[in-house]
């Protein structure tokens, strides 16, 4: 931890070439004449960064890394989407533990809970790894879980990057199925 001095007359002022996920502790003074006549410092102004999962921070459940996620979860969402224009999401779970009764991850295809719904998840199966195909090219995740048991939560990976060039094959459907063929 160091210390940084920045002399502005900006109100607001923005702290600029801060890293993601970060925690930061700020204070602030009056400068009425240099050197000689300084307020108080103030009191202490905490705060974390957020995520930057385009860059490579992972996607965590609320224990983050290690931590198991929170009981009493309703509606818990986390919206991602690219920084680059005409980017899409990719979500690749590189780990994956929910009470399999009671807690669920679902993702929905957009920029909020109101796009297709991806598919719900609980258990420890990983799910697949799914990239956006709505013209936002965001993900929507909304985590509930209930009063008691929790699991490990989940950890993934956000890739941010231009559409596939072809469309993953989602959904195959055999039937007419003969000692000799298949449709």
């Known amino acids: 931890a160091g210390s940084v001095g920045t002399i502005t007359s900006s109100n607001p002022f923005t702290i ?48 983050g890394a290690t931590g198991a996620y929170l009981n009493s979860q309703t509606n818990v969402t986390t919206t991602i989407c690219a920084v680059n224009p005409g980017e899409v999401v990719t979500v690749i779970f590189n780990a994956f533990g929910l009470e399999s009764c009671c807690d669920s991850l679902s993702i929905y295809d957009g920029p909020n809970a109101t796009f297709p719904l991806v598919g719900t998840y609980a258990g420890t199966a990983l799910p697949s790894q799914y990239t956006a195909t709505s013209a936002s090219g965001c993900l929507t995740f909304v985590f509930n879980s209930d009063s008691s048991v929790t699991g490990i939560g989940w950890d993934a990976t956000i890739i941010c990057s231009p559409p596939p060039p072809c469309t993953q094959a989602t959904t195959l459907t055999v039937t007419g199925i003969s000692s000799t063929e298949a449709t």
């Open 16 to 63: 600029p070439g801060l890293s993601s996920q970060t925690t930061y502790d700020v204070y602030v003074r009056g400068i009425c004449t240099p050197t000689t006549d300084l307020s108080l410092w103030s009191t202490k102004a905490t705060f974390t960064t957020q995520p930057f999962y385009c860059a490579g921070d992972h996607f965590y459940d609320q224990g």
